[in-house]
């Protein structure tokens, strides 16, 4: 691990204002970074310490959004009564993540900020071509082994996936990151890899996330995070939904359905092919089945991780069927 220095931020403007060098990192939880720092991906020649930063721990709910602010830690957060009310898909993919340990250090900004798990970019020492790390370099993923790779939102420069669940039920709910001066909606805040793959979130230097604030709405009450994987604790997504429903009167129509997938993308990605689909139609099972084919339209596979495109449709399906009482 490379020596740095360390400031302990005495507000949120000093530690803007020591994050405009892009040789600067922020330290909350600290999960994340001391990973990347002891892999050698990052090397920050300052750290600035913000865990201890009055006022950005808060969870406020009014009758419209719950706001959760950038320091409150993720098991705080999934335990949250309002949170598990209003909002359940955040709840289940928060307790879903990580371990019991991390999940009681980990902040909710560290955890959106949070890099791929690629074994590509987490091991320069082995691999020197990684356009995340080094643009320009290439990709030793493609041609490599992919099994755990993205085929929604890849390029020719990187097909690393977004290892979040957090920020996939977010991505179904609409919800807004506070950066101080502005307010970006999260779906914008990832952003595809296209080509410039080291740039993974619209964060500009100098700015913080604050806070995320999440409309409510009856499809994020009736929603749920279903996590596929190949072991059931601490292991990242195959393949995950975040699904939210809201019937008419009858029942049986659907009047609004949300829709975003986790584990299979290059970031978290809104199936809104799906959604458009099935609004306004009569849930039933087979109509659902159709529909949640359109959740890979577009994709694309590298060898080993081909078996994605069939098990996401499947993933949408069974979590759409559970919410409508059809499982």
Not at 141 to 146: K, S, W
Not at 251 to 273: E, N, Q
Not at 290 to 301: C, D, H, I, P, T
Request: charged letters at 20%; aromatic letters at 4%.
């Amino acid at each position: 691990m490379k020596a740095f220095s360390y400031l302990r931020a005495g507000s949120v403007d000093e530690a803007r204002q020591a994050a405009a060098s892009s040789a600067t990192m922020l330290l909350a939880g600290g999960t994340t970074l001391l990973d990347l720092a002891k892999c050698g991906v990052a090397e920050p020649e300052t750290v600035v310490d913000i865990s201890h930063l009055a006022g950005l721990d808060t969870i406020s709910l009014t009758d419209r959004t719950i706001t959760i602010g950038v320091l409150a830690r993720m098991s705080r957060v999934a335990d949250d009564a309002n949170i598990k009310a209003q909002f359940p898909a955040v709840s289940q993919a928060l307790s879903l993540a990580a371990s019991a340990q991390i999940r009681n250090m980990a902040t909710i900004g560290g955890n959106l900020m949070q890099r791929t798990r690629c074994p590509y970019f987490r091991d320069p020492a082995t691999f020197s071509a990684c356009n995340k790390r080094a643009p320009g370099s290439g990709c030793s993923a493609i041609g490599g082994v992919t099994r755990n790779h993205a085929v929604l939102g890849t390029s020719e420069a990187c097909i690393a996936t977004n290892p979040g669940d957090l920020a996939v039920a977010l991505v179904a709910f609409d919800a807004v990151v506070h950066l101080g001066s502005r307010q970006v909606a999260i779906d914008d805040f990832f952003l595809l890899p296209g080509t410039t793959p080291d740039r993974e979130h619209a964060i500009e230097p100098g700015e913080m996330i604050t806070a995320i604030t999440i409309p409510t709405s009856a499809a994020a009450r009736r929603s749920t995070y279903l996590k596929v994987r190949d072991r059931q604790s601490y292991e990242f997504a195959a393949a995950s939904a975040a699904v939210g429903l809201e019937l008419e009167a009858d029942g049986r129509t659907i009047r609004d359905i949300r829709v975003a997938l986790g584990g299979v993308a290059t970031k978290p990605w809104r199936a809104r092919a799906v959604e458009e689909a099935l609004k306004g139609q009569v849930l039933d099972a087979a109509a659902v089945k159709r529909a949640s084919l359109l959740a890979v339209k577009g994709a694309v596979y590298h060898g080993a991780n081909h078996y994605k495109i069939t098990l996401a449709p499947r993933v949408v399906e069974r979590a759409i069927l559970t919410m409508g009482e059809l499982a």
